[in-house]
């Protein structure tokens, strides 16, 4: 069975600390793996899709990598703002167009 | 651009009533699909369409219906509606593959 398991749950940072987030999938044949922010009382946004073990895509302070089993969002030197639920999703070969969701980090960083 | 438009924004509904979803894109999207949301759960698939008369059920589809008569529109149908519908209610387009565009989305209580 496809799955998708994210952590940790939940992060606290103060501003500049830089840390990450991680996302693990089990897929049979993986098509592409997505990263999402979505705010509070908002509907998820794209921020990056990976379709291949090494690569990489940044966007500001965030930075997504990809492995064979995990991909990491990276937050470097985070601010306020930043402060949001990070979604990740991954999209399988073979499962007409169907993206598996995690549960989702929530993060929150403290001036 | 409006993107994908969901309405309505919230409602109540009673323990055995029905009622529609709506959600319409002017992206010219073939993939449409919705999704709920509950706190600690991710988001879950309901039902999805690929093209205008194809629709097909996702993770949780009972209790829910849904249609595709045009390539805008993908209505969610709730029959005789239970407390287990209690949720936030997302609906997502894309073209092809690629990521999600949500609209804001519904919150549904039933009691």
């Known amino acids: 069975e496809d799955q998708v398991t994210q952590s940790p749950e939940a992060l606290r940072l103060q501003e500049g600390e830089s840390s990450s987030l991680n996302c693990s999938y089990t897929v049979s044949g993986l098509r592409g793996l997505f990263w999402y922010r979505q705010d509070p009382g908002k509907g998820p946004e794209f921020l990056f899709t990976?379709?291949?073990a090494g690569e990489e895509k940044e966007k500001e302070r965030l930075k997504a990598t990809l492995t064979k089993k995990e991909s990491f969002l990276h937050i470097t030197a985070p601010k306020p703002e930043d402060s949001a639920t990070y979604l990740c999703?991954?999209?399988?070969?073979?499962?007409?167009?169907?993206?598996?969701f995690g549960t989702g980090t929530s993060l929150t960083v403290i001036p | 651009n409006a993107g994908v438009t969901q309405t309505p924004k919230f409602h109540i509904l009673k323990i055995g009533q029905s009622m529609t979803l709506q959600c319409t894109q002017d992206m010219n999207h073939n993939y449409m699909y919705w999704y709920r949301q509950d706190p600690g759960m991710g988001l879950k698939l309901i039902y999805y369409?690929?093209?205008?008369?194809?629709?097909d059920k996702g993770e949780v589809p009972n209790g829910y219906n849904v249609s595709r008569s045009t390539t805008e529109d993908f209505p969610l149908r709730l029959e005789l509606a239970a407390p287990s519908q209690t949720s936030v209610y997302f609906c997502a387009s894309t073209q092809v593959t690629g990521e999600l565009f949500f609209g804001e989305g519904s919150r549904l209580t039933v009691l």
């Open positions: 999703a991954v999209q399988a070969r073979g499962t007409g167009n169907q993206f598996y």
């Open positions: 990976l379709y291949s």
């Open positions: 369409s690929v093209g205008a008369g194809i629709t």
